[in-house]
């Protein structure tokens, strides 16, 4: 039979809006030494903006018509990112490296191609057919796979783009990399907000000697500008969305009691593997079925506050 003390937590839990699934789940939160922290609507909102459409090649000048064609070729996904391209592109508000005014045959009307099709990549990006070009929005190691040039027409190299990627990694804003037909067209950033209370919630769970970990998709950079951001030194980034998992189990093989946080379909897998997983609230739904916890206000304190209750309550039955 479950103790009435864990019976009567889980009700107090409850009214802070911290829905545990089981007993067991609060008992294992009290021994969790080793917290997980998924990146993008985590730690962040998960809404990011288009922040940076840097262009090359025979694109100068005609941003409106490539950011259309990205923002095609991303309509069928359901990644955060593609939602910040499809905005941005819907809305034609103006953007950093986008001249005004310049609208071109494709323009930013948001209607898509009816003969468009769509792979999408997880963990790194997408490749379309869009209006008759190929089309590829990613990561480096996407474009790496398809054999992407450097177009020669405006004297820019590989430099360029790099200088480009570095510039936004270190702000924090995630790069992707945009191709058409072959050649490398723009470098599009976005940037995504640390939710108001993560940073606090952060120290909060270190004072207590829980070690904190980040563990993203995103590029090495820009996760760690993030990080350093609100107080996390230890960063797991370029992981893709079938590693996570494994990422869990080496911290328990290193004998750590592991809590993983995520929103994503990307962290259902980790969620369930982790010793405890919390889910945020307004996630997906998969990840809120693989998770023992569920943060109905999708803040991370909602995670020191189930430890510190776990705490509490395993301090009255032993
Ligand atoms: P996260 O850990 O933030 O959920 P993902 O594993 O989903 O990250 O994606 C990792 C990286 O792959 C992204 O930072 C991005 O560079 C690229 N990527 C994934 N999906 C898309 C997409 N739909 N459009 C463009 N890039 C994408
Ligand atoms: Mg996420």
Do not use: C, Y
């Not at 889980?10 to 990146?39: F, H, Y």
């Not at 025979?58 to 064609?69: D, I, S, V």
């Amino acid at each position: 039979a479950t103790p009435l003390s864990i019976t009567i937590a889980t009700g107090k839990a409850a009214t802070l809006g911290i829905l545990v699934r089981s007993a067991q789940a609060l008992e294992t939160a009290a021994d969790v030494d080793a917290v997980v922290l998924d990146k993008t609507g985590t730690i962040t909102q998960g809404t990011p903006q288009l922040v940076g459409f840097d262009v090359f090649g025979a694109w100068h000048g005609r941003e409106r018509e490539l950011l259309a064609l990205a923002a095609d070729a991303e309509r069928s996904s359901e990644h955060p990112l593609a939602a910040a391209i499809v905005r941005a592109a819907d809305e034609g508000a103006p953007v950093v490296g986008i001249a005004a005014g310049n609208f071109g045959v494709g323009d930013a009307d948001g209607a898509s191609d009816a003969g468009a099709e769509f792979t999408a990549i997880p963990g790194r990006g997408i490749v379309a057919t869009v209006r008759g070009h190929v089309v590829i929005v990613g990561n480096a190691e996407l474009v790496d796979d398809h054999d992407v040039g450097m177009p020669e027409s405006a004297g820019e190299s590989v430099d360029d783009v790099f200088a480009a990627i570095d510039h936004h990694a270190a702000l924090g804003h995630t790069p992707m990399l945009m191709a058409v037909d072959g050649l490398l067209a723009a470098v599009i950033a976005v940037a995504d907000t640390v939710k108001p209370d993560s940073k606090q919630a952060i120290a909060a769970l270190r004072s207590r000697g829980i070690d904190v970990v980040m563990l993203t998709g995103d590029n090495q950079d820009t996760a760690r500008a993030i990080a350093h951001d609100v107080g996390v030194d230890h960063v797991i980034a370029e992981v893709r969305p079938d590693a996570k998992a494994d990422e869990i189990a080496r911290l328990q093989a290193d004998g750590h009691v592991v809590a993983m946080v995520g929103d994503g379909i990307n962290d259902a897998p980790a969620l369930a593997r982790a010793n405890v997983g919390f889910a945020i609230g307004g996630g997906t739904d998969v990840a809120i079925e693989s998770a023992d916890i569920t943060l109905m206000n999708g803040s991370l304190t909602g995670v020191v506050t189930a430890i510190d209750l776990a705490h509490a309550t395993m301090r009255n039955i032993s």
